[in-house]
């Protein structure tokens, strides 16, 4: 795969500045691991988009044929409710346009700020388009989880 870090810091907003920041890596096992320190609002996960579409999806095509992705969430994991309505429209749109991802892990420590709430409103946005998701508070066992999820589905 490629050892190049994807990172929301590279991409410009337009209006108002990001709150939180996401790099993301491409695992040989197929997996997109995030590092995301929260809180997040509607630009951080519009910068994601722009990532995702312009040059993660991009270079995980060229090796994958399916991925599942293991966000490890740092400092916050709440979003404000402009991004959670961005993000369910965001999954919905990657399920319609063929999007290969077999599953999501978020990896909250239990003590984290938010994390029962963000787990409880965001869960039902990825059941909606059913994509498997699940909650872990140990990035090893989430990347063990979504390992898994592309071995069933080869």
Known sequence: MTDKIYSTSSVKSL????HGS???KLLDSGVLAYKATGPFNLE???????LHHNEVF???????????EVIEFHVSCLFTHEAIETLGK?????????IPLKGVAFVIPKDMEGASL???LIAPLYK?????????????????????????SS
């Open 15 to 18: 209006y108002f500045a990001q």
């Open 22 to 24: 996401v790099e993301m």
């Open 44 to 50: 951080t996960l519009v910068a994601i988009d722009k």
């Open 58 to 68: 991009i270079e995980l095509l060229k090796h994958q044929q399916q991925w599942s």
């Open 90 to 98: 965001y999954i919905v749109f990657n399920r319609q346009q063929g």
């Open 118 to 120: 963000t787990v409880d």
């Open 128 to 152: 909606k388009s059913s994509f498997p998701f699940k909650r872990f508070t140990d990035v090893s066992e989430g990347l063990l989880w979504a390992e898994k999820l592309l071995q069933v």
